[in-house]
């Protein structure tokens, strides 16, 4: 559902930060989403057919939970530092 749009979503995004050559970064982009997401699929479908079925959606939603929540506290530390850094007087 996201590699249909991920180049638009990214031209759009350069754009509006005003970065003129935004079709290579968002192409570049959408070439590495493609692969690591066909990457993927062969990992997860050989890790299926070990653990099973169950177990893999398991393990899958556990590391989707923890990458959520390590990329959510990771941004709002290094927001509180970079905060810090600006409003030092």
Do not use: Q
Request: aromatic fraction near 12%; glycine fraction near 12%.
């Amino acid at each position: 559902m996201v590699i249909y749009c991920i180049k638009l979503l990214g031209l759009d995004v350069l754009e509006y930060r005003g970065i003129a050559n935004g079709g290579a970064i968002t192409g570049t982009a959408m070439a590495w989403y493609a692969i690591f997401n066909g990457l993927g699929r062969i990992a997860w479908d050989s890790i299926s057919d070990r653990l099973g079925r169950k177990r893999t959606i398991v393990v899958m939603w556990a590391l989707k939970g923890a990458t959520m929540l390590m990329t959510h506290h990771v941004f709002i530390s290094f927001g509180r530092y970079l905060a810090s850094l600006l409003l030092r007087p």
